[in-house]
């Protein structure tokens, strides 16, 4: 099992920049698949970015690429997800999320089983 903590999280204004957080509990952080989602206001959460268990691999939604970068410290078991070019449409509940099964980086929160409580990033124009 794991736990998840995020933080960085904030109110800041288009174009700007951000990065968030999350401290995994645990021993076997290295064996999961980690993943960050958000959800706003109304909305379905969902899929922002994924990395691989050795960070070989990651994987972004189209609206974040080129924008966003995911990354992870196994020897501090932590995850991170730099924001740039923020816009006002970023705006939302951010989720640290992992995943212990297959080595697919999983666009659907389904497969993911554990979570953390969420960081709010506001950004306005």
């Known amino acids: 099992q794991v736990q998840l903590v995020e933080s960085g999280g904030g109110l800041v204004q288009a174009g700007d920049s951000l990065r968030l957080s999350c401290a995994a509990s645990?021993?076997?952080?290295?064996?999961?698949?980690m993943a960050w989602f958000r959800q706003a206001p109304g909305k379905e959460r969902e899929f922002v970015a994924a990395?691989?268990?050795?960070?070989?691999?990651?994987s972004y939604a189209d609206s974040v690429k080129g924008r966003f970068t995911i990354s992870r410290d196994n020897a501090r078991n932590t995850v991170s997800l730099q924001m740039e070019s923020l816009k006002p449409e970023d705006t939302a509940v951010y989720y640290c999320?992992?995943?212990?099964?297959?080595?697919?980086?999983?666009?659907?929160?389904?497969?993911?089983?554990?979570w953390g409580q969420g960081a709010q990033v506001t950004v306005s124009s």
């Open positions: 990395i691989s268990r050795s960070a070989s691999r990651t």
């Open positions: 999320a992992a995943s212990g099964g297959a080595a697919t980086l999983f666009i659907s929160r389904r497969m993911y089983d554990y």
């Open positions: 645990g021993r076997t952080f290295a064996s999961y698949i």
